[in-house]
């Protein structure tokens, strides 16, 4: 899996630099940028804005709200000035992305308050490359940014898009920007941060389909992961992911965590859910730990901390999963966790845990 941090950043500032030097002799107040009502002007000051409060928030490590500080050019700053300055907070991305630590969440208003590493030069790149966009638009220039920094971008932030076949297009019809033969266009867009569920000695942090298809594929999904980990029914779990991303379908939310012990960063297991609710608000639920880390109540706490969560929303009414009869250490999990048996076959167990509403059950499913 290809990383996204500080290199991506500097890769995608570089090549917009490289057209805006081009047309800096142009009067970039006079034109409006593409669709936007900005200014071309406008439109570049925001790149190098966003930049540097991005910087700001990692190296900060600003958890409570944006610091409280913006970018303003010196009177007189003409248009070369003002790429010399997205060339300059481009750099301090790049380089509070490189040394922010993993575990890091900065905040971020959308869409839940926070964002790692990833995110914030995911982010950071996406601004650049649809602004640029849209600054050569009005400026009547091309520009076509490499397709895997799209495809990059797509698969972190943009997890509810189908990829389709060419990613410079899909990613302006994401933002917004563009029309694609098979999709109706967009009017409104946000781009998805993974979510992250705190517990008491583990985080439970979503899995983008980027690193869905790293897990696939046999690597790490960007984890440190404890010996013997992740388990088969992590990898498993990865490739529904990836088949629900390639098929447009995959939402955020109801996808699949890997779960982090906060001591030492290292993951030690996966949990998550096989799908949105059904019609009638049901949903399936499963996980998985490393053997190695088993025995010591992790799957009993992230499931606790994923169940208080979701019993609180209004879409899920059961989450459910079976557990196989000769599974006696998942049993023990789901019992210590308040699941009551509620239905058995020959072969498994059905629990259920009923929370704040009457109406939601939810059932569990291996260790």
């Known amino acids: 899996m290809r990383g996204m941090g500080g290199d991506q950043v500097q890769e995608a500032v570089a090549g917009a630099v490289a057209l805006l030097r081009t047309v800096t002799g142009r009067d970039w107040d006079a034109v409006r940028a593409g669709r936007l009502e900005w200014s071309c002007r406008r439109t570049a000051e925001h790149i190098a804005s966003d930049l540097i409060a991005y910087a700001g928030q990692l190296a900060g490590r600003a958890t409570g709200a944006y610091l409280p500080f913006e970018i303003v050019m010196d009177d007189g700053t003409d248009a070369a000035g003002v790429v010399d300055v997205i060339e300059a907070t481009g750099a301090l991305l790049a380089a509070a992305v490189r040394t922010a630590p993993r575990e890091l969440r900065a905040f971020h208003p959308y869409p839940f308050r926070g964002a790692g590493r990833e995110g914030f030069a995911a982010m950071g790149v996406t601004e650049v490359l ?76 979503g899995v983008t389909p980027a690193a869905a298809a790293d897990l696939l594929m046999g690597g790490t999904g960007g984890f440190r992961w404890i010996e013997g980990g992740p388990f088969e029914g992590t990898r498993d779990a990865a490739g529904m992911i990836v088949k629900g991303y390639e098929a447009g379908v995959h939402r955020p939310e109801w996808g699949m965590f890997v779960l982090v012990r906060t001591a030492d960063g290292l993951a030690v297991g996966g949990m998550g859910f096989h799908g949105v609710p059904d019609e009638e608000g049901r949903a399936e639920v499963g996980y998985d730990l490393a053997e190695n880390a088993r025995g010591h109540g992790y799957a009993t706490e992230a499931l606790g901390a994923l169940a208080a969560r979701y019993l609180a929303r209004d879409d899920a009414k059961v989450l459910f999963a079976v557990i196989d009869r000769d599974n006696a250490a998942s049993q023990r999990v789901v019992a210590r966790a308040g699941f009551t048996r509620v239905i058995e076959d020959a072969d498994q167990y059905a629990y259920e845990l009923a929370g704040p509403h009457p109406a939601l059950r939810v059932y569990a499913r291996e260790d």
């Not at 971008?153 to 033969?181: D, K, N, S």
């Open 130 to 205: 649809v602004h640029t966009h849209d600054i050569a638009q009005g400026l009547g220039v091309a520009y076509e940014p490499p397709a895997e920094l799209c495809e990059d971008v797509l698969a972190r932030i943009f997890p509810q898009v189908r990829p389709g076949q060419a990613p410079w297009p899909t990613l302006l019809w994401a933002t917004g920007r563009g029309e694609l033969p098979d999709r109706a266009p967009l009017t409104e867009w946000r781009w998805s941060n993974n979510l992250v569920i705190k517990a008491e000695r583990l985080t439970l942090q």
